[in-house]
């Protein structure tokens, strides 16, 4: 049982970790146009089931 649950705990961990690097760039670290989309989705869900208004504001700042 104990094996099981350190297990599970490992593979929780190595999921997390593998979420992490598909949301973030791997060369800043900033979060990437995944993350970007996927919370922009969710926070549209949030406005709409709140009936509040909601407004996006997006800067492209590559080749600087």
């Known amino acids: ?6 297990t599970h ?3 929780k961990q190595a999921m997390d970790r ?3 690097r ?3 760039d791997e060369k800043t670290g900033l979060f990437n146009q995944r993350f970007a ?3 922009l989705e969710r926070q549209m869900k949030i ?3 709140e009936k ?3 407004c996006i504001c997006n800067f492209i700042i590559d080749n600087l």
């Open 1 to 6: 049982l104990l094996a099981r649950v350190v």
């Open 22 to 24: 598909a949301m973030t």
């Open 47 to 49: 406005a709409r089931r």
């Open 37 to 39: 989309y996927m919370e």
């Open 52 to 54: 509040r208004e909601f």
């Open 18 to 20: 593998l979420k992490s």
């Open 9 to 11: 705990i490992r593979l």
